[in-house]
Structures are given as structure tokens and as C-alpha cells.
């Protein structure tokens, strides 16, 4: 996103990535994207197929006490929406842009290391550099800057010095066991159901795409959730006393992912600027880390943009405190729907009448279904 934004300003870069095209382009991960990340694309001329297969949702549910509660986005967050659109498909378009602007991608890089990024070094002994080898070539690309936007396991935030970063991390006591399956959704919104036997999730991806998820331990053992298991479990938690049934179909896809919360302190060292998980992770409840990778992007392409037109480089400095306004604002929404959700500790019977008594509230209180609905559909960028 960042290359085809920096391309659109007139600014050269190129992209190395550790992986295949086809690699990522199969890669399932997230599919929610907010109303800015929706029109970014758009407006960026990235959007056609979005425009033409995504999902517009215009609310989501809530599911407790064996009854379903509504926030309607339209009446709650001045009219925005979320879009269902796969993160692998975005990736595909992205790499489609990027191959009709002639942008230099170099794919299934090894052994990528990132050099002299401090700004002493840039200002003195050199430009920042970035080795790597594709196909056994050895490269060697020297540049003004580096964006780490390599992930949570990328090399570019380790390679800050050690003392440089703060870390502000927390670990959750459960896991999601999510699959992907050839069914209908049973739903035309996303649900969010708490139950006595612990959090599920149902999404989809498509109208023939269901993708489903059930609380479970951070550790959990894959092999032993047979699919009829999953199905029962799925069933038992998203059981309603209302007129509804869950449609099962072939499971294409499972895994266990485990949550945390983790964000650095500054997002910049020098010529190297952290964005999206390089930098920060939440927990999937909120349905942000895609939105929030985006969004540091929407701070960082303007920031280049702007040292190669005047020289200036005020937005780049201001680039991390700018960024993490918003990101510990995620970071909150992110783990508050986690923690009215999940079962922490299951035979506290307090905690869980209060998440019950949370979520009452936050259904029948308009003031506080505004607040869900208008970070769900996400937060005006500044
Ligand atoms: C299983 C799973 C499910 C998820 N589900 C959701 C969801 O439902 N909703 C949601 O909002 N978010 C979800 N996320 C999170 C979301 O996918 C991420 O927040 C988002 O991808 C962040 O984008 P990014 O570009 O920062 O990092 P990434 O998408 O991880 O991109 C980083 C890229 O860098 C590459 N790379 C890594 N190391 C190197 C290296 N050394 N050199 C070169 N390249 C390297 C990687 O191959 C990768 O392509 C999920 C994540 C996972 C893992």
C-alpha cells in the first residue's frame, strides 16, 4: 500500500518480501475493513474489485443470554460501514497495481538484513542498505529510507538498537481456533456471541465463504478437533432461542492463533520507520490489525511525499507520536470487546455476570452502543 501511494506522489521505492506472490495472495487472514481503509483504497484507484465483490455491513451482532442484540452503524456512526473483503485479495489487487505501474517487487528474499538506518549514519558515514538474496543473487539496495513493515516476525524492528524501543505487551489466556468453511454464512452480519462454554465468532468472507471461530486454549492441539467436533462446539455456543440454524459445509481451512496486545514506543529509529505489526499487534475481537497497518500508511506516504517535494521533514519526525495517538486508541477498543467477550476464568461466576451485565448495557444504552459502533466502523483519521 505504502509503494503504490508513494508511486501515486511520484516517489520511487521497491518492496521486498520474504514470500512467494502466490504465498501471500493464499494467505487468509483478516477480512473487515473499515470505512477509511475502504476509501483509501478507492480513492486510490486500488478499489474496482472491492467496489464490485465486497460485503458492505451495515451493523454487527451480539449474542448473549441466548438472544441477539443489533448496533446499527447507520443510526450509530453517522451512516459508516464496514466492508467484508478479504486481506488476501487486497494483497492480490495491491500486486496487480504494482506490476501495471512497472514497480521493482522482489519476492522469496532470503536472509534480508537492514544497515545504517541511525540518522548519524545517514548524515555521515552513509544511506541506509538493505541486503538480501533472491534466486542466489546477493543484492544490495542503498536508499534515503526504510519502512519496516515487514510484520511481528520481520528483522526490522530487532534491528533497532536494543534500548531504543519500549515495550508495552500483553499476553491473553486463550487462543482462537478458527476455520474456514464452504458454507453460506448463516448470518448477513458478523456475530459476536458470549457463552458459558467461552467466546465464538462468526464471519465470512464471501456469500459462499463462512469463517468461524471458538475461544479456546492459547496452546490448544489442532489434531484434536475433528471437524465434527468443531461443528458441535460452534452449535452449542451459538445456540438461540430465536428462529435460527447454523449451516455446516466442508472445512477448507483450520488453525489455532494465539492474542496478544504489544505496541513499541517510537515507531522510528533514524531512517527506519516501523508500520503495521512491525510495530504493534492486537487481539482479533476489534477486527483492527489490517486497519491499523493501513492507517499508519495513511500518516507515513504523506510524510515522504512531503521531504521530497520541500525537503521538509517535520511529518516524518512528528511520524510516531502522530501514529500512536490512534493506535492506543485501537489498542483500548481492541482489548475492551476481548475483554467483555472471552471467559478469563471460568468458574468465577462475578466476572462473568458483570460481562453479562457489560454487555446489557452496552446494548440497551445508546450512548454506549455509539461508542462500539464508532470504533467498529473505525476513528476519523486525524
Ligand atoms: C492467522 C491470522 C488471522 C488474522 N485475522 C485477522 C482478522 O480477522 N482481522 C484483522 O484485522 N486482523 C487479522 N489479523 C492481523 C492482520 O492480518 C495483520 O494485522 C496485518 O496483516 C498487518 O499487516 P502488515 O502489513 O503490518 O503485516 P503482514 O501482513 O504480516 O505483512 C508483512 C510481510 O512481511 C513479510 N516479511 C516478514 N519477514 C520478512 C523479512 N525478513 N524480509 C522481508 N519480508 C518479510 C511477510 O511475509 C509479510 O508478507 C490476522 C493475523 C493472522 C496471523
Given at each position: 500500500?505504502?509503494a503504490h ?9 521497491l ?19 473499515e470505512?477509511?481503509t ?25 449474542r ?11 443510526e ?52 541506509p ?12 539496495i542503498?536508499c ?26 500483553r ?61 458441535k ?21 483450520k488453525?489455532?492463533t ?5 505496541v ?28 491499523l497497518?493501513?492507517?499508519?500508511i ?14 521538509k521533514?517535520?511529518?516524518?519526525e ?5 501514529c ?15 475483554s ?17 451485565a457489560?454487555?446489557d448495557?452496552?446494548?440497551?444504552s445508546?450512548a ?12 476519523p483519521?486525524?
Amino acid at each position: 500500500m505504502l509503494a503504490h501511494l508513494l508511486h501515486l506522489q511520484g516517489v520511487d521505492s521497491l518492496v521486498v518480501e520474504a514470500r512467494s506472490r502466490q504465498y501471500v495472495e493464499e494467505r487468509v487472514r483478516a477480512g473487515v475493513l473499515e470505512q477509511g481503509t475502504v476509501d483509501l483504497l478507492k480513492e486510490s484507484g486500488v478499489g474496482e474489485r472491492l467496489e464490485r465483490e465486497g460485503l458492505t455491513h451495515h451493523g454487527v451482532q451480539l449474542r448473549f443470554g441466548h438472544r441477539t442484540h443489533r448496533i446499527d452503524f447507520k443510526e450509530l456512526a453517522n451512516g459508516r460501514s464496514v466492508t467484508i473483503y478479504p486481506q488476501n485479495k487486497v494483497i492480490a489487487d495491491l500486486f496487480d497495481a504494482r506490476a501495471a505501474a512497472k514497480g521493482q517487487v522482489f519476492l522469496e528474499a532470503a536472509d534480508v538484513s537492514v544497515h545504517d538506518f541511525g540518522v548519524s549514519d545517514a548524515n555521515g558515514s552513509g544511506k541506509p542498505k538493505i541486503r538480501f538474496r533472491t534466486g542466489g543473487e546477493s543484492h544490495e539496495i542503498t536508499c534515503d529510507f526504510i519502512a519496516g513493515c515487514d510484520g511481528f516476525h520481520g528483522v526490522c524492528r530487532p534491528s533497532i538498537p536494543e534500548g531504543a524501543l519500549t515495550v508495552y505487551d500483553r499476553i491473553y489466556p486463550f487462543g482462537w481456533l478458527g476455520i474456514l468453511a464452504e458454507a453460506p454464512p448463516s448470518s448477513e452480519e458478523i456475530i459476536y456471541a458470549y457463552h458459558e462454554r467461552g467466546f465464538a465468532l462468526l464471519s465470512m468472507r464471501s456469500p459462499e465463504l463462512s469463517r468461524l471461530y471458538v475461544q479456546c486454549a492459547p496452546d490448544e492441539d489442532i489434531n484434536e478437533w475433528p471437524d465434527e467436533r468443531i461443528w458441535k462446539e460452534l452449535h452449542a455456543r451459538f445456540a438461540t432461542v430465536e428462529n435460527w440454524t447454523l449451516t455446516e459445509g466442508r472445512i477448507i481451512q483450520k488453525g489455532v492463533t494465539g492474542m496478544r496486545s504489544f505496541v513499541v514506543e517510537p515507531m522510528q529509529y533514524g531512517n527506519l520507520f516501523l508500520a503495521g505489526d512491525a510495530a504493534h499487534i492486537v487481539p482479533p475481537t476489534g477486527a483492527k490489525g489490517l486497519n491499523l497497518a493501513v492507517s499508519d500508511i495513511r500518516v507515513l506516504a504523506p510524510a515522504f511525499a512531503e521531504f521530497y517535494k520541500t525537503g521538509k521533514r517535520s511529518l516524518l519526525e512528528s511520524y510516531s507520536e502522530t501514529c500512536l495517538r490512534r493506535v492506543w486508541k485501537v489498542q483500548r477498543f481492541s482489548w475492551w470487546m476481548t475483554s467483555m467477550l472471552h471467559l478469563f476464568n471460568t468458574d468465577n461466576a462475578f466476572d462473568q455476570r458483570r460481562q453479562l451485565a457489560e454487555l446489557d448495557y452496552v446494548t440497551s444504552s445508546r450512548a454506549a452502543s455509539q461508542t462500539l459502533a464508532e470504533n467498529y466502523v473505525g476513528l476519523p483519521m486525524e
